[in-house]
């Protein structure tokens, strides 16, 4: 072989070296570079996820308070629109007591009420009160009781109240409370869907 030969299967041999060099320093870079780029792209995805799951999170959470808001707004309207109905329920309530107070059957109500009263005081001392709307009925009353009455200073809308001091007792079967116990005690019940009951 020559030495121009020699030379050229030198430089031939050194740069297949060389590329072969290069061709591992390329490729070792590239695996870097592609095992890099795994790790973001799994990096990137678990973010991901993560914001996800945080959103959803978020808007299952704001989801629920909406629908709490909305829920007490309707307990809220709910509620005034049953203390219209209780109110205009008792008002109507007043109304007929009041009629019913203008029937001879409220006499006869007050008379046993009265009766009723004195059997409980069993002979003790005791003031009855009858509402000074039925002022005009205190003749007749206590000559169907035989007992003195009191006009009562309060209106207490009609029926009685009796007073035996010796025991501290108060009998009270004025309308007046009777209807704000009713009131207090009333309260609209939710049936099967059907609504109001």
């Not at 678990?46 to 629908?67: D, G, M, V, Y």
């Not at 007050?110 to 002022?135: Q, T």
């Not at 035989?146 to 009685?160: H, P, Q, R, V, Y």
């Amino acid at each position: 072989m020559t030495l121009e030969e020699k030379i050229a299967h030198l430089q031939a041999s050194s740069m297949e070296e060389a590329r072969a060099e290069g061709n591992a320093i390329i490729d070792n870079y590239r695996d870097a570079l592609e095992n890099v780029l795994k790790d973001h792209k799994e990096e990137v995805t678990r973010q991901a996820e993560t914001r996800i799951k945080a959103e959803r999170i978020s808007a299952k959470h704001q989801l629920n308070q909406a629908a709490a808001k909305a829920q007490l707004e309707l307990k809220r309207r709910t509620g005034k629109i049953q203390v219209e109905l209780k109110d205009k329920i008792f008002k109507e309530t007043l109304e007929l007591v009041q009629q019913f107070m203008k029937t001879p059957d409220y006499d006869e109500y007050l008379i046993r009420a009265i009766r009723k009263a004195i059997s409980f005081a069993s002979g003790e001392e005791m003031v009855l009160y009858i509402n000074p709307s039925d002022e005009a009925r205190l003749p007749m009353l206590e000559k169907a009781t035989g007992t003195k009455l009191t006009i009562s200073a309060e209106d207490f809308i009609g029926g009685m109240r009796a007073v035996i001091r010796g025991r501290n007792i108060l009998i009270d079967n004025s309308f007046k409370t009777q209807l704000l116990n009713e009131y207090d005690k009333f309260l609209f019940t939710v049936t099967g869907g059907d609504g109001i009951a």
